[in-house]
Nanobody, 125 residues
Framework: QVQLVESGGGLVQAGGSLRLSCAAS????????TGWFRQAPGKDRELAAA????????YYADFVKGRFTISRDNAKNTVHLQMNSLKPEDTAVYYC??????????????????WGQGTQVTVSS
């Protein structure tokens, strides 16, 4: 059973940066793909970025391309989301999620078996 704990959220002005971290425990983390989802008030949860077990394959939603970077350090069981040029519309609770990487990362939320509790990101205008 993998446990995931997010950190790094907070309040930032538009144009600023934040770096989210996801720390994993309880499993062999380098067997898992990992994704960062977000959910804004009144909206559905959506995938922002994903990374395969090795870190060599990544996915970015159109709304974060060129601004966010996902990376992982399997030796430290962590995944990061570097968020630059933040916009007020990036305000949301950000969740780290993981699933067993048999064929690469997936963009389907239902394929992610393990979830963190989330960290709030608020971008002021």
């Amino acid at each position: 059973q993998v446990q995931l704990v997010e950190s790094g959220g907070g309040l930032v002005q538009a144009g600023g940066s934040l770096r989210l971290s996801c720390a994993a425990s309880g499993g062999t983390f380098n067997w898992y793909y990992t994704g960062w989802f977000r959910q804004a008030p009144g909206k559905d949860r959506e995938l922002a970025a994903a990374i395969n077990w090795s870190g060599r394959a990544t996915y970015y939603a159109d709304f974060v391309k060129g601004r966010f970077t996902i990376s992982r350090d399997n030796a430290k069981n962590t995944v990061h989301l570097q968020m630059n040029s933040l916009k007020p519309e990036d305000t949301a609770v950000y969740y780290c999620a993981a699933g067993p990487d048999n064929f690469g990362y997936t963009t389907r939320e239902s394929d992610y078996d393990y979830w963190g509790q989330g960290t709030q990101v608020t971008v002021s205008s």
